[in-house]
């Protein structure tokens, strides 16, 4: 069963921008850190960007200046914006709650195509 349900991909030239939105229920949002990750065909899963429940923010290196992480508490929602989009961002991209302190509390949304045509 889903848990974590993401909208927001498609297909973008390279240069433009996309924002995934990630939802979850209030409990799950409330108790967790949040985060994106990218799978590319072939590749490792890798996590693109964090974000803790107290704000603070990481960034792979290879997105940094160009994605940003956020989170709407009232909505429940995680974002991430990405401007700047290069071919090498192509992937499927999955949103991550995950608990360090609940360790069942561990969930993943169902993953979004973003494709980058050059």
């Known amino acids: 069963q889903v848990q974590l349900v993401e909208s927001g991909g498609g297909l973008v030239q390279a240069g433009g921008s996309l924002r995934l939105s990630c939802a979850a229920s209030e409990t799950i949002f409330s108790l967790t850190d949040q985060g994106w990750y990218r799978q590319a065909p072939g590749k490792q899963r890798e996590l693109v960007a964090g974000?803790?429940?107290?704000?603070?923010?990481n960034y792979a290196d290879s997105v940094k200046g160009r994605f940003t992480i956020s989170r709407d508490n009232a909505k429940n929602t995680v974002y991430l914006q990405m401007n700047s989009l290069k071919p090498e961002d192509t992937a499927v991209y999955y949103c991550n709650a995950h608990s360090r302190a609940i360790l069942y509390m561990d969930y993943w949304g169902q993953g979004t195509q973003v494709t980058v045509s050059s």
């Open positions: 974000i803790t429940s107290g704000g603070s923010t």
